[in-house]
Structure formats: C-alpha cells, structure tokens
C-alpha cells in the first residue's frame, strides 16, 4: 500500500544552518513527491515537489533530492531562517489522477 | 477569491450530536478533497469530488461522515453521533484537477473539532 514516513520526529537546528528533512517511502508506483509545511493554525503549504523522473530539484533555499533505487526523498533548506519552523511532511502520488497521501512530519525549530 | 474558506475554524461538541463542517474552495478549481489530521501526524485523505461527483471515499469515512458538494462550488462534511476519538483537525483543499499536480492543490486553514 501506499505509505511515506519520516526518519525524525524533531529536528533542531542553528539560525544559518542548513537543514535536512529525510524520508522513506515504501510504493515503487509513486511518481510524483512534494513536501509540505504547516505552521501553526494553519492548513498545509507548498514547497516543492518532484517528479519521478528527476533525482534533484531547486527552489528557493529549497531543494529536493529523490533516490528512486533506496525509495528515499531529502528536503534541503538552505540557510535557515526563524520562519522556517514548521512541521514539514513529505507526500506522494502514483498518479497525477490520485490523491495526495502525507507522511507523518517532522518538526523543525531553529535555535538563535 | 483568497483560497480555500472553512468554516467554522473551531467546534467544540458534546458526544452524540451532530456536526457539519463548510468549505469554500478555490473558484475555479474543480477537484475538493477532505483530509483529517489528528495531532502530530499528517493529514489522512477522506474523501474527494470532481465537480459534484464524489469519486473516492477512504475506509477513514466511516458510515457516520457524510460529505457532499452538491452544485459543485462548496462542500459539506458532516459527522453524526459525534465520538470523541473525531476530534482532530479537518482540512479542505482544492484544485484544477488531474495533470496539475500538487501546485494547484492549496488547502484551508482547517476546522479544529472537539468532541467533550
């Protein structure tokens, strides 16, 4: 079945640091992933996504690396800022006619 | 349009009673989908429509939920006989459809339920 999980729960990181979000997921027929953060109060957000034809991807301080052979996804954020404290789920979709099926998040605190 | 509206943005409940819970999606957007999100986890898929029809339902969607859209502008998710394990936060999000991929997914602010 479908299904995507987070190596961590928290991850706290330095102001400036860069940070990474790993995670796994267990459905070969996925082919398409996005990672979503969701402040406080509010619904999830989009960041970036990444098709399955692709092993990395660039945003803004924002980059996706997908390792289709160990079924592994990697959010990037470049020079972390306060605002970037979130709880960040990854997703994916085996197709672009399905829903969208999240993981279970990690959350992201930055110390001063 | 400002994007996807719930309303309310709370509801407290006692056990037993009947909830229904609104969302406003995006104009233009066809697809309306329903997620719940109990704390600490990501957001569970529910159910979703194309226009009016309503074309998946999850096992989450017990015989107590029922959502409809029935102009296929809004949407309605109602609980009855309210338990307190539907607490949770329930998320409405839309989009253009199939072939949009998840840049036109855009979901509401959500709808926190607290069954006492």
């Known amino acids: 079945g479908e299904s995507v999980g987070l190596h961590l729960p928290t991850l706290s990181v330095q102001e400036g640091d860069n940070s990474i979000i790993n995670c796994a997921y267990s459905?070969?027929?996925?082919?398409?992933f996005i990672w979503y953060k969701q402040e406080s109060g509010k619904g999830p957000q989009f960041i970036i996504d990444?098709?399955?034809?692709?092993d990395k991807r660039q945003g803004q301080r924002v980059t996706v690396l997908l390792n289709k052979t160990v079924k592994h996804l990697s959010l990037q954020i470049a020079a972390t800022q306060p605002g970037d404290s979130a709880v960040y789920f990854c997703?994916?979709?085996?197709?672009?006619?399905?829903?969208?099926?999240f993981g279970s998040g990690t959350r992201l605190s930055i110390r001063p | 349009d400002t994007g996807v509206s719930q309303n309310p943005r709370h509801k407290i409940t006692k056990r037993g009673q009947n909830v229904t819970f609104r969302c406003d999606p995006i104009?233009?957007?066809?697809?309306l989908y329903w997620y719940r999100q109990t704390l600490g986890q990501g957001p569970e898929f529910l159910t979703y429509?194309?226009?009016?029809?309503?074309?998946?339902k999850s096992r989450l969607l017990s015989d107590r939920f029922s959502a409809e859209r029935p102009k296929g502008s809004f949407s309605t998710l109602e609980i009855q006989r309210t338990e307190q394990g539907d607490s949770a936060m329930y998320l409405c999000?839309?989009?253009?459809?199939?072939?949009?991929?998840?840049?036109?997914?855009?979901f509401g602010s959500g709808t926190r339920l607290t069954v006492v």
């Open positions: 429509f194309q226009n009016e029809a309503q074309l998946e």
């Open positions: 104009s233009e957007h066809n697809r």
């Open positions: 997703a994916d979709q085996y197709s672009s006619a399905s829903k969208i099926i």
């Open positions: 990444i098709r399955s034809n692709m």
């Open positions: 999000a839309s989009s253009l459809g199939p072939g949009q991929g998840a840049y036109g997914y855009t």
């Open positions: 459905n070969s027929a996925s082919d398409y």
